[in-house]
Each structure stands twice: as C-alpha cells, then as structure tokens.
DNA sequence: GTTTTTTACATAGCACGCTATATTAACAAG
DNA sequence: CTTGTTAATATAGCGTGCTATGTAAAAAAC
C-alpha cells in the first residue's frame, strides 16, 4: 500500500536526471558554460539565428525560461540578439565565435556524460532506454494536449 | 556528426523529467503542495521525526537543498522542527496532522501521473523501463562515487 | 482606416537544484 | 581542560524551470 517510490517512473526520472545534470554541469563548467545554455546552443549550432519562438518550441520550454536563459547567453557572450529584418516584435539570436569555438569540446563533455550513465547497458538495452524514454515523452506530451482544451 | 538531442539519454531524460514534474505539480497543487515537499512527505510518511540529514541522505540531494524545503515545508504547515534530544545540532521534522491528511490524495496523483506517462507501456515494458532506470541511476552514483576520492 | 485580437518578448515572483561559506555543537587529541 | 577537527544546520548567490502579467508590434475584424 505503500508509495514505493523506487517503483514510480515519475520519482526515478526526477533523480536520474539530476544525476545528468550535475555530471553535464561538472563536465561544461570549466567551459563557463551551463546545461540550459548547452541545450540552447545545441539548437543554434544547427541552425543559427533562431527566434526566441522558434527556440521554446524546439526545445519544449516556456516563453519566459527560454527568455531569461537567452538573457543570460547574450551576457555570457555565447549569443548577440538583433531585432529580425520582417517582424518587429521579434530578435535572431545569432552564435558568436566563441560559441561555434566550444562546440566540440561541449558536445564531447555531453557524450562522456551519457557514456558513464549506459556503462552497465548493453547495446541493446541502450537502444531499448532511449526507445522508452522517447514513448514516455510522447504519451506525456499527447496527454497535455487533450487536457489543454 | 553531429549531435543528436534525440538520441541522447541525458536530453531525452531532462524533457521527460520537466514533463513529469510540470504534470504532478498541476496535480498536487490544488492540495498546496510541490513537488520536493511531496517527494520530502514520502520520507516522513515512512518514518516521521527524520532529522534534515537523514532525509537528504534519503532523497540524495545537497545539504542546502533539503535546508531550503524544510523551511518552506514549515513556512506551509507541512512540518514542524523540534531539537533532537540527543543532539544539540540536529532538528527533527515531524508531520502535521494536515500533512498526514493530505497522504492519499498527493500519492493518487502521483499514481496518477505515472500511469499517464506509461500508458503506451506494455506490464513487460513498464519493468523493464523502471529497471534500466535503476540501473542508469547506480552507474552514475557509483561513477560519482569513483570520482570523489 | 480604425479597432480588436493575437503574437513575440520582457519582467516579477517563486520552487528547487547546485556550490561555497558561516555557525555551532559534538568529538578527539594533546 | 583546552584545542583542533568533524558533523549538523543555516545562509548567500546563482541557474533553470514554472505561472502570471505587462508591452508593443502584427494581423484580423469591422
């Protein structure tokens, strides 16, 4: 009858992902980057000079998280913003060289980190995680959906 | 080459974390309640009168952390902190009688919450899921462990 | 063409995670 | 018994997430 919170996906999720976190957060810091700045630059480093918009929904966060982390990039010297040529309401976040320099460097620290996390997993299983994790995700994203109407 | 967000286990269990914590926060908010103070209630639920190291040690998160939710848990009436008869530097936290009320209905929603994460999931996936997840956990714990020394 | 609504962004305020540091009590050494 | 160290808690400061609200430009309605 018990909550066992070592049987709740809710509970064991919450706590793996703060172990990636502090590991990520150990690995990019003596770049002087941060894991929210990591993900955004993930995304401009696809694609630069992204919109605010267009960043909060690729990465699925709110309007005003991706907007105080965009503060934060442009003060760190990872992005400048310029207003965008065709709509006035909107800023182009652009990379500067500093940001593409530590491209490699970061993606690396990144893959260290989920290297040491799928140790004990075979390929397998590893292809199997990722496949859950993307379903969970999925059925939680949809379940949102059809509570917002 | 480059790096592919969706296949990264770190990425991939950030999302679903914030999914997950966005879905039982909405569900345990009407009872006043957040996520950590939840998390903090299955601890003393279990065993009331843990003292603040007992239940970080529990909960594996930082000493400021848990610090900062005992003292909003007793800012809401969740708890109250008493001096540890034994020793003068501990405080024990023991439950309200409005934090043991609140016991079903904050596990409803986090049952709940799972379960709607998990509906894709077949039973032999669920545990499945649930052991890569503990598995996931202990190899980043034990690396951490390694790299203390 | 003016008015209304929607859209893009900013800001305030808060929870919760972290590191780093201070404080005080307990314990160990001498 | 005094001194030095360890252990339990508190606090400051910050990043990242959220909701709620404000502002200005764009788009839609009329």
Same mark, same amino acid.
């Given at each position: ?6 049987e709740?996906?809710?509970? #064991?999720?919450?706590? @793996? ?21 990591? @993900?955004?630059? &993930? ?6 000079? #992204?919109?605010?918009?267009? &960043? #909060?929904?690729?990465l ?9 982390? &965009? ?21 182009q ?39 859950? @994790? ?16």
């Open positions: 009858m018990t909550f066992q919170k070592s709740s996906a809710g509970y #064991l999720t919450n706590h @793996m992902a703060r172990l990636f976190a502090n590991g990520l957060q150990r690995r990019i810091q003596p770049l002087g980057l941060a894991p929210a700045q990591f @993900m955004t630059l &993930l995304e401009l480093w696809d694609e630069d000079g #992204l919109t605010q918009k267009q &960043l #909060l929904e690729r699925d966060v709110e309007q005003a998280t991706m907007a105080n982390t &965009l503060r934060r990039m442009e003060r760190d010297g990872w992005i400048v913003r310029r207003p965008h040529p065709d709509d006035g309401r909107a800023h976040a652009w990379l500067t060289p500093k940001a593409r320099a530590v491209r490699d460097a970061a993606t690396d620290a990144a893959d260290a980190q989920n290297g040491v996390a799928l140790t004990d997993l075979s390929d397998e299983e590893r292809a199997t995680f990722l496949d859950l @994790m993307r379903r969970v995700i999925h059925a939680m994203q949809v379940w949102e959906g059809k509570e917002a109407r």
